[in-house]
């Protein structure tokens, strides 16, 4: 069964703030690999995936991710973070049947 | 990219009363979709996965005789949530998987159903 860990319960920042926030994963099968962000009272959104190819991923408002293989990792990063970026992360693996298996989720605050 | 509809967005219902949720899948049939429930402050967790013409497998722990799931074509799924209860209250999410090619399946989100059960 796959299963995925991330690190950061909470994290506080000012603005301009650089943004790592730590997701590791467990799955024996080929990974499919997502990053989604969900803004107080709504629902998910796609940040960025990660199927195969280039390790380091591009998403939307300007994330980033990282895969390394040999480290069952899958960090997200965004050098200079927002307060509009203020919501609930959330690290996913799929497996081929497309079930998602969630992190616990980290909550970014960004202070004006 | 594909898109997955749910309705109703949210929804007030009496203790006792059941609710019905639909969540389909509006350019692609999914034989498979997947039924999530998130509390506050908490993340998602995989409810049942509704399967096409022939009977939902539920998680442990989830009554299926409480939670039940149609999937009646390929493009729809509903969840109703029978004699509900004020602690069924939550944020209910679909999802439906889509191939993008080889093993790589990315699963495509509704928007969710919040549930109030007063």
């Known amino acids: 069964a796959q299963s995925v860990s991330q690190h950061n319960h909470h994290v506080i920042l000012s603005e301009a703030a650089s943004l790592e926030l730590g997701c590791n994963y467990s799955y024996g099968g080929t990974v499919n690999l997502f990053w989604y962000v969900q803004y107080p009272g709504q629902h998910l959104q796609l940040l960025l995936k990660?199927?195969?190819?280039?390790?380091l991923v591009k998403g939307i408002k300007g994330f980033e991710a990282e895969f390394i293989k040999s480290k069952f990792s899958f960090n997200l990063r965004k050098p200079s973070v927002q307060w509009s970026d203020t919501a609930e992360y959330f690290c996913?693996?799929?497996?081929?049947?497309?079930?998602?298996?969630f992190g616990d989720g980290t909550t970014l605050t960004v202070k004006p | 990219g594909a898109v997955v509809s749910q309705h109703p967005s949210w929804v007030i219902c009496k203790s006792g009363t059941s609710v019905k949720i639909e969540c389909r899948s509006l350019d692609f049939q999914a034989t498979t979709m997947f039924w999530y429930r998130q509390f506050p402050k908490q993340s998602l967790m995989l409810m049942a996965t509704s399967n096409e013409g022939s009977k939902a497998t539920y998680e442990q722990g989830v009554e299926k005789d409480k939670f039940l799931i149609n999937h009646a074509s390929l493009t729809l799924s509903t969840l109703t949530v029978t004699s509900a209860h004020p602690e069924d209250s939550s944020f209910y999410i679909c999802?439906?998987?889509?191939?993008?090619?080889?093993?790589?399946?990315?699963?495509?989100f509704g928007q969710g159903t919040r549930l109030t059960v007063v």
């Open positions: 996913a693996v799929n497996t081929n049947a497309g079930k998602s298996t």
């Open positions: 999802s439906a998987p889509n191939r993008q090619g080889g093993l790589n399946t990315e699963a495509f």
């Open positions: 990660y199927f195969s190819g280039d390790p």
